[in-house]
């Protein structure tokens, strides 16, 4: 299985950047396609962005996209979300995940708050 850990996040006025990572431990983190979401309170949660295992492929959510770019970098084992132009409703718990080759996502980090003023 693949172990995944999310930091990066905290708190930005509206406008400002961060750039999330997700630090990967276990096996073949290189064979699968990776995905973010957030999760705001109330509400569920909801994906971001998606890179495939190549990183030749990218998707977004239509409410960021423009502003984040997700990229990886699979000989530090790492993903990355670089946030923009961040928003109020950015605001939330931002997860990574694999996805497993039935479609759906599996081994969850724990998350880190995104917290954008204004």
């Known amino acids: 299985q693949v172990q995944l850990v999310e930091s990066g996040g905290g708190l930005v006025q509206a406008g400002g950047s961060l750039r999330l990572s997700c630090a990967a431990s276990?096996?073949?983190?290189?064979?699968?396609?990776m995905g973010w979401f957030r999760q705001a309170p109330g509400k569920e949660r909801e994906f971001v962005a998606r890179?495939?295992?190549?990183?030749?492929?990218?998707s977004y959510a239509d409410s960021v996209k423009g502003r984040f770019t997700i990229s990886r970098d699979n000989a530090k084992n790492t993903l990355y979300l670089q946030m923009t132009n961040l928003k109020p409703e950015d605001t939330a718990v931002y997860s990574c995940?694999?996805?497993?080759?039935?479609?759906?996502?599996?081994?969850w980090g724990q998350g880190t708050q995104v917290t954008v003023s204004s």
């Open positions: 995940a694999v996805q497993a080759v039935t479609g759906g996502y599996v081994n």
């Open positions: 276990g096996r073949n983190f290189n064979r699968y396609a």
């Open positions: 890179i495939t295992w190549s990183g030749g492929s990218t």
